[in-house]
């Protein structure tokens, strides 16, 4: 008879911090130096799709096809994600010798992203997420979504806060073992429901400075970072937090571009500077300001992560104008109309 495959799927969600994660305190751990904020975007829109399988008749190391390509995960990051859910499955096992020992059988992962991966759109938030979440599946950990997101942490610090929907904020903790530095649930998406994400791909290119590189060159280099950990996200964390619980746009959108405009402000401050903004993102941030000029007030924000796209975040009753009007503004802005495309105008994810 043949031998039994186990196998499971899950999806995971790509998610934008409103507050930056920029920094580790412990490069291994994928520690922060600071906590961060986010908005977990809808799984119809952009998501990783992930099949882990496992089998004794299964040969060789563990493999990952990511995108219909064969994809390295010999890295220590995703290594520290796989040794970690195996040995979980294997205290289970330990525990019931009835349990089949899938902890000792080749894994087999197959990814699918429904977006540019490396572009800056988060992929790794969302595939770590997934890869994660399928691995526990197969092995039928029962981890809580915090637990889960320790282990996603560790393949890419973003992935961590991919576990949860809606408003989801990343501790960045203080112990050494980073036992603490983990996601929870601010809110669910349902608190907040109108909130809608406009994603627009400005280069799907590969990102330049990885967020790996960008992140230690900004610690290493930048004096503006100290004031930016010290003074200036403890101050964003309790303000948006704030304005989640009290469903407030306006000081949610002011918050979210001061955000994005400090981190880039250090990366700017980096020695040699790094730019991951280009003259597309700049016109989108002054699309931004005539779109609220012209409303007398605050209904869309920008954001931008490590790349050129940006992300805007706006209420449902307002998709006419921000929608629109963006369209409208940038359709004359070289570089725009040939390459930028918008993935959706993006609801958030239901629970
Ligand atoms: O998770 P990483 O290592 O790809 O870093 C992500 C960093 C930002 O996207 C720029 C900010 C964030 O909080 O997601």
Redesign the pocket.
């Known amino acids: 008879a043949a031998e039994k495959i186990y196998r499971a799927s899950t999806t995971a969600p790509v ?3 409103v ?4 920094g580790k305190r412990d490069a291994k751990l ?1 520690l922060a130096t600071n906590s ?1 904020l ?1 908005v977990t975007l809808s799984q119809d829109d952009l998501r990783t799709l992930t099949t882990a399988t496992c089998s004794s008749s299964y040969t060789g190391d563990d493999s990952l096809t990511l995108n219909g390509a064969p994809s390295d995960i010999t890295g220590a990051r995703t290594q520290a994600c796989l040794r970690e859910l195996r040995s979980l499955r294997q205290a289970l096992e330990d525990a019931d010798a009835a349990l089949p020992k899938l902890s000792a059988m080749p894994l087999r992962l197959v990814s699918e992203n429904n977006f540019p991966t490396a572009a ?1 759109l ?1 992929s ?2 969302a595939g770590f997420a997934a890869l994660v979440r399928a691995v526990a599946d197969l092995y039928e950990l029962r981890s809580l979504p915090t637990d889960l997101s320790l282990i996603a942490r560790q393949g ?4 961590c ?1 991919s576990l949860f929907g809606g408003y989801v904020a ?1 501790r960045h903790g203080t112990q050494a073992d980073g036992l603490d530095s983990r996601a929870e649930q601010v809110a669910p998406a349902s608190h907040w429901p109108q909130m809608r994400a406009l994603v627009l791909v400005v280069s799907a290119a590969k990102k330049g400075v ?3 590189s960008g ?1 230690q060159q900004t610690v290493g280099t930048s004096d503006l970072f100290g004031e930016r950990v010290a003074r200036v996200v403890p101050k964003h964390m309790d303000a948006m937090e704030a304005a989640v619980a009290a469903r407030d746009f306006a000081s949610f959108a002011e918050v979210s571009m001061k955000d994005s405009n400090s ?1 880039h402000a250090c990366c700017a401050d980096t020695y040699p500077p790094i730019y991951y903004m280009n003259d597309v993102s700049r016109a989108a941030v002054r699309a931004v300001e005539a779109i609220n000029e012209a409303a007398g007030k605050t209904i869309a924000a920008y954001t931008f ?2 790349g050129p796209n940006a992300v805007i975040y706006y209420l449902e009753e307002n998709s006419g104008p921000v929608v629109g009007t963006f369209y409208g503004l940038l359709r004359g802005t070289e570089g725009w109309k040939d390459e930028a495309k918008s993935y959706s105008s993006s609801s958030i994810q239901l629970d």
């Open positions: 998610n934008i911090a507050v930056k994660y920029w994928n961060s986010s800056g988060a790794s938030a890419s610090g973003s992935a806060r990343w990885s967020s790996t992140m981190f992560d490590a």
